[in-house]
């Protein structure tokens, strides 16, 4: 419950500044002179872990490359690891498209944390349903689905999740609604309920199960931004004991052309079939690592 609360104490905390923006909201946010199109709610096509309400532009397409580390602390951490430095928890990379304004896709490949799974290749498609505009629609609204598959090999052992009876078995999908609003030029917010399915799972697990993920972004500079991220799952009492909700805090610099994050998170692993049901570290024990995004755009004709 206290990581519930705490994704509730983050958005009372932002709903106190909205008398702040409320006003300003319609003209002090970056607002196309035709369209009324407010835009940049979030300045990339990512938040931390998951997906943020933006997508890519027609012709634009996307190289991105993301690494995480060790615990920085924890048993796992401290010293003898440089605090993580000499530990890789996962590594994706990935290229991302835009189809129209409103319709991207994406295909990326990860390391794995091998908790469960290694050799990962996941693809999305997000559509923008909604454009929140001046003095009319007061929300954005997209809405993505995800799969991931694994190609690592099974294990022998039939009381593993990677034993993989059936080939099907290897597969997991998600399906997201992300909301999200605007108010005036430095602050957003979004909510992110969030499906997960997973064709294979341990006799204590659940193959399906739902998260709402709650975000802000706060900016500082017309370049720079801290943004926080938190997803709580919803499951039943047999739902592993050892999971816990993912956390993460981020500072992001934007330049020409490239999107660059820096952030700490206790997920290890990309993705909402991956950070959602296979988050188990604690930040209160040290258990959360370094990590970045390089996002670099290549315009079309």
Known sequence: MKQLFTLLAILSLAQATFS????????????????????????????????????????????????????????????????????????????????????????????????????LIDGFAKYRVLEQTKGKVPLSLAMIGTSSFTYMKASEDISQVSHFPEWQHRFAYSLQVNVARKFGERLSLALMPTMVHRNYVAADDVNTMFALGGAARCGITSTTSILVEYYHVFSNASFRPTNTQSLGVAFEWITFGHNFTVHLTNSKGFGETQFIPYTYEDWLKGQFRLGFCIGRKFQGE
């Not at 407010?38 to 096509?45: G, Y």
């Open 20 to 119: 702040q923006y409320e006003d300003a909201a319609d003209s002090t946010a970056y607002v196309d002179e035709e369209s009324n199109v407010i835009s940049e709610t979030f300045s990339s096509t990512r938040i931390i872990n998951g997906h943020s309400i933006e997508t890519l532009n027609k012709g634009v397409l996307e190289f991105r490359v993301e690494h995480r580390f060790g615990d920085i602390g924890g048993a796992a951490g401290g010293a003898q690891t440089l605090f993580g430095l000499d530990n890789s928890a996962d590594i994706r990379i990935a290229f991302e498209y835009g189809i129209t304004n409103k319709l991207m896709i994406g295909l990326g490949r990860s390391k794995g944390t091998g908790a469960p799974y290694k050799s």
